[in-house]
């Protein structure tokens, strides 16, 4: 065999080793598009899964919204008993002292 014969054969042998490369690549690309492709397809309910936890969040912002009005509201009534309590007892006293003088 001559020279050239020689390195032709040995340039054939590094293509074919290049292209065997080539061949694994594609392979493993084409694995991990799999996976990716079924991790994809698993995820395709989080959309609507976001949407109702959307309108969850909203119905608990409502209800603690409507939960810090009932509390400012026994607050303020709490404040407020204190005077309260002798106001209406002197109005039901006045009540009985007109009543009794019958006014």
């Known amino acids: ?10 340039m ?3 293509i ?5 490369q080539v061949v694994d690549h594609v392979a493993v690309l084409a694995s991990k598009i799999d996976a990716l ?3 994809v397809n698993q995820a395709a ?3 609507e899964e976001l949407q109702a ?5 909203t119905a608990l912002e409502a209800s603690e919204q409507q939960r810090r009005g009932a509390m400012s509201l026994g607050a303020a009534i709490m404040k407020a008993l204190p ?3 002798p106001a209406i007892a002197a ?5 009985v002292v007109t009543k009794g003088v019958g006014l």
């Open 45 to 47: 309910h989080l959309p």
């Open 53 to 57: 936890l959307k309108v969850r969040v």
């Open 12 to 14: 054939l042998g590094e």
């Open 1 to 10: 065999m001559s020279e050239t014969d020689n390195s032709m054969a040995l």
């Open 91 to 95: 109005g039901g006293a006045a009540a």
């Open 83 to 85: 005077w309260l309590l």
């Open 16 to 20: 074919r080793g290049e292209v065997r």
């Open 37 to 39: 492709t079924t991790a």
